[in-house]
């Protein structure tokens, strides 16, 4: 009877256990990664701050996108190390985003409703949940495919999802040329309507217009320089 009663007992902690345990998430990523180790996991950790923007921010341009396949858009954008996420419904709504710092280049995925952050000058695959928790951590590995990844996958401009495109690019006219981020991202369905979800044209406008205005003025210097010495030295080889 004694038996009977402990095996009982042991049966119902076990079930108690089991029932209060919480799922582990597994990243699923087009990456091959690795564990990171306990030393790097720290540091990064350490250094990585992520805040959740319950309202939407400054607009900046767009430096990568992702779409999920509930039709949710993540716009990653950024102004020097200022990294922001931006969540829109496929309406176009704003949902949420997320801000962190990092130096570098980036990408962003959707996992359901989990958000896979992609540093390239550390090759750390980063999960954040819906309140901006760190769920996992994983190194990227350095091999062909996973380059591959980056260039027709991460970065790619355009996404098909559930029958419509989903298209990153420039509405700047000539000045296209001399941008390196994105001013609008168009959703196009499949009767060839467009939406323009995210639109930072104007913004993007007056960015490249400084850009080139201080490169002109720079070009002018040093072309006024070697022109300054050029009639120094005929002069001196004059006299």
């Given at each position: 009877?004694?038996?009977?009663?402990?095996f009982?007992?042991?049966i119902f902690?076990?079930v108690l256990?089991?029932?209060q345990?919480?799922?582990?998430?597994?990243m699923?990523t087009g990456?091959?990664?690795?564990?990171l180790?306990k030393e790097d996991e720290?540091?990064?950790?350490?250094?990585?701050?992520?805040?959740?923007l319950?309202?939407?921010q400054?607009e900046?341009?767009i430096d990568?996108f992702?779409?999920a396949e509930?039709g949710?858009?993540?716009?990653?954008?950024?102004?020097?190390n200022?990294?922001?996420?931006?969540?829109?419904?496929s309406e176009?709504e704003?949902k949420?985003g997320y801000?962190f710092?990092?130096?570098?280049?980036?990408?962003?995925?959707f996992?359901d409703?989990?958000?896979?952050?992609?540093?390239?000058?550390?090759?750390?695959?980063?999960?954040?949940?819906p309140?901006?928790?760190i769920?996992e951590?994983?190194?990227?590995?350095?091999t062909?495919?996973n380059?591959?990844?980056?260039?027709n996958?991460?970065n790619?401009k355009?996404?098909?999802?559930?029958d419509?495109?989903?298209?990153?690019k420039?509405?700047l006219?000539?000045?296209n040329?001399?941008?390196?981020?994105?001013?609008?991202?168009?959703v196009?369905?499949q009767?060839g309507?467009e939406?323009?979800?995210?639109?930072?044209?104007?913004?993007?406008?007056?960015?490249v217009?400084?850009?080139?205005?201080i490169?002109?003025?720079?070009?002018?210097c040093v072309?006024?320089?070697?022109?300054?010495?050029?009639?120094?030295?005929?002069k001196n080889?004059?006299n």
């Amino acid at each position: 009877m004694k038996i009977i009663r402990c095996f009982t007992v042991v049966i119902f902690l076990l079930v108690l256990l089991l029932s209060q345990s919480v799922a582990v998430f597994a990243m699923n990523t087009g990456f091959s990664t690795v564990d990171l180790s306990k030393e790097d996991e720290k540091t990064f950790l350490k250094n990585m701050s992520v805040s959740v923007l319950e309202e939407e921010q400054q607009e900046w341009a767009i430096d990568c996108f992702d779409v999920a396949e509930n039709g949710d858009i993540a716009i990653g954008c950024s102004n020097i190390n200022d990294k922001k996420v931006y969540i829109y419904s496929s309406e176009g709504e704003y949902k949420r985003g997320y801000s962190f710092d990092c130096m570098g280049s980036y990408g962003v995925e959707f996992e359901d409703d989990i958000l896979l952050v992609y540093f390239v000058r550390s090759d750390i695959a980063m999960a954040l949940d819906p309140v901006g928790n760190i769920v996992e951590l994983a190194e990227i590995e350095n091999t062909i495919e996973n380059n591959s990844y980056w260039n027709n996958t991460v970065n790619a401009k355009k996404r098909i999802v559930a029958d419509k495109e989903y298209k990153v690019k420039n509405n700047l006219g000539i000045l296209n040329i001399f941008a390196s981020s994105y001013s609008q991202l168009v959703v196009t369905d499949q009767t060839g309507a467009e939406k323009v979800i995210y639109d930072v044209s104007a913004l993007k406008l007056r960015q490249v217009i400084g850009n080139c205005s201080i490169f002109v003025v720079i070009s002018c210097c040093v072309l006024c320089g070697i022109v300054w010495q050029f009639k120094k030295n005929i002069k001196n080889d004059a006299n």
